[in-house]
């Protein structure tokens, strides 16, 4: 009912740039938060930075001051600027919305099938 479809990964050098982007598609009557989460191998999925349909965004430490979210309510699309990239953010990006479908009671999670970065170099 909802295709989230990730795109802007990479190879990138450390201290390189990187913008990722996510549409979302569908059945779709509202969308609340965006969102990108990341998984480096060998760790759990964790929040990178969130943002509301208001605009308030809210980043893990690790990439604050480094990251900046976005998002087009026009397009139903978020974004991620990715700036002064490290190794440590080597992992897969995955896009992440709250969505209230047509025809349903409720907002549901729905997951784009992630985009890999890799920083090295």
């Known amino acids: 009912q909802v295709q989230l479809v990730e795109s802007g990964g990479g190879l990138v050098q450390p201290g390189g740039s990187l913008r990722l982007s996510c549409a979302a598609s569908?059945?779709?009557?509202?969308?609340?938060?965006m969102a990108w989460y990341r998984q480096a191998p060998g760790k759990q999925r964790e929040l990178v930075a969130r943002i509301t349909s208001g605009g308030s965004a809210n980043y893990a430490d690790s990439v604050k001051g480094r990251f900046t979210i976005s998002r087009d309510n026009a397009k139903n699309t978020v974004y991620l600027q990715m700036n002064s990239l490290k190794p440590e953010d080597t992992a897969v990006y995955y896009c992440?919305?709250?969505?209230?479908?047509?025809?349903?009671?409720?907002?549901?999670?729905?997951w784009g099938q992630g985009t890999q970065v890799t920083v090295s170099g």
């Open positions: 569908g059945s779709i009557l509202s969308i609340n938060t």
């Open positions: 992440n919305a709250v969505v209230w479908v047509i025809g349903s009671w409720s907002f549901d999670d729905y």
